[in-house]
């Protein structure tokens, strides 16, 4: 392993680990993004949306940068400002994680708060319309604005070149859509490599990107919530198809990922695991499906991983859990047999 001198240089050639196999040589993997630092692959995005604004001289030396966040790009962008010696300032709201609000202020950022503690609501509009003014209101400030940033989905072209040195080729990508920039990145940066997958999108129920009616939701860090406007890192050109995932799906396939496997994944991950595991057969035979992982499960061992805090939302469902459970089973790659593995 080479020795590096900045956190940055972590970044990056995450593993794929092979959750599920069919009979007919279908295959689905999971791009463990938690192994970059920050334990997110929104730290991918975070240097590039800061690469790109200095490169166009939007931020300058000992610069203020702004974002709304529910937490991963906010802990990606306090890396990048301690390293290039930016002020940081993440304007949130007390639905993110305790464990990501805390680790940010850690790593030196200003938190700002839309709502009064106790009020746990998805506030996204609201963190993004205050993150706009104050950088408005600050001559030195840059207001990254994660998701109308081309830079975000620039942030995510490596992710395809490390996919394409480790397989040779993806028929299905399948993962999450919040800002967008993870899958849509990931997808073009395929297709100008000559490597025309299948792009398959996933958000909770209560999501707007993919229409229907919108309501509230637990997944943090992914859809569009009611009243915010999709933004510009979506990119329904290269979408092929749109699913919704409740939350008790998305997050008892977590808790039995985490529980038969020992591999925690957070609750967003859960849900496009779900939706890959639950049509893993519909796929044609022999295809290569990648499911991008974007963060661990780590940071949720307070809520997705906690009895009490799921009972109280009416989110913890024992049967939704044996059914994947029983599917992890059913299609358990033939190496992972414990005699083989002894």
């Not at 007919?24 to 938690?34: F, I, N, P």
């Not at 192994?35 to 610069?63: C, S």
């Not at 529910?70 to 949130?92: D, I, K, P, Q």
């Not at 398959?200 to 915010?228: D, K, L, R």
């Amino acid at each position: 392993m080479a020795l590096v001198t900045r956190v940055t240089d972590l970044i990056g050639n995450t593993p794929l680990f092979e959750l599920a196999a069919t009979d007919t040589g279908t295959r689905l993997l999971l791009k463990l993004e938690q192994f970059n630092p920050t334990g997110a692959a929104k730290i991918r995005m975070a240097r590039e949306m800061v690469r790109d604004a200095e490169r166009r001289g939007l931020l300058k030396d000992g610069g203020h940068i702004i974002e709304s966040t529910s937490g991963n790009t906010g802990l990606g962008l306090a890396v990048v400002a301690a390293e290039r010696g930016y002020r940081f300032t993440a304007v949130v709201d007390h639905h993110a994680c305790k464990d990501k609000l805390r680790a940010m202020r850690a790593m030196g950022a200003e938190l700002v708060y839309v709502a009064d503690d106790g009020d746990d609501s998805l506030a996204t509009s609201a963190r993004e319309d205050l993150a706009e003014a104050m950088a408005a209101a600050r001559p030195d400030a840059y207001f990254t604005e994660q998701h109308n940033n081309d830079a975000n989905a620039l942030g995510y072209y490596a992710v395809a070149e490390e996919l394409l040195d480790d397989l040779g080729s993806v028929d299905i990508l399948l993962s999450a859509v919040g800002t967008g920039g993870s899958l849509f990145g990931t997808a073009r940066r395929l297709r100008e490599l000559g490597c025309a997958a299948r792009v398959i999108g996933v958000e909770p129920i209560g999501s707007i990107a993919f229409g229907g009616e919108g309501g509230p939701y637990w997944q943090s860090g992914t859809g569009t919530p009611p009243g915010a406007t999709v933004g510009t890192a979506v990119d329904y050109s290269l979408l092929d198809e749109g699913v919704k995932v409740s939350d008790v799906d998305a997050f008892a396939t977590a808790r039995a990922v985490a529980a038969r496997l020992g591999l925690l994944i957070g609750g967003s991950a859960g849900g496009s695991v779900h939706a890959a595991l639950t049509r893993l057969e519909q796929f044609p035979a022999g295809s290569t499906v990648v499911t991008i992982v974007c963060d661990g499960g780590e940071k949720y061992l307070d809520t997705v991983f906690d009895d009490d805090w799921m009972n109280e939302r009416d989110l913890l469902d024992e049967s939704s859990e044996s059914a994947v459970l029983d599917l992890l089973d059913r299609y358990s790659p033939a190496r992972r047999d414990l005699v083989g593995a002894r």
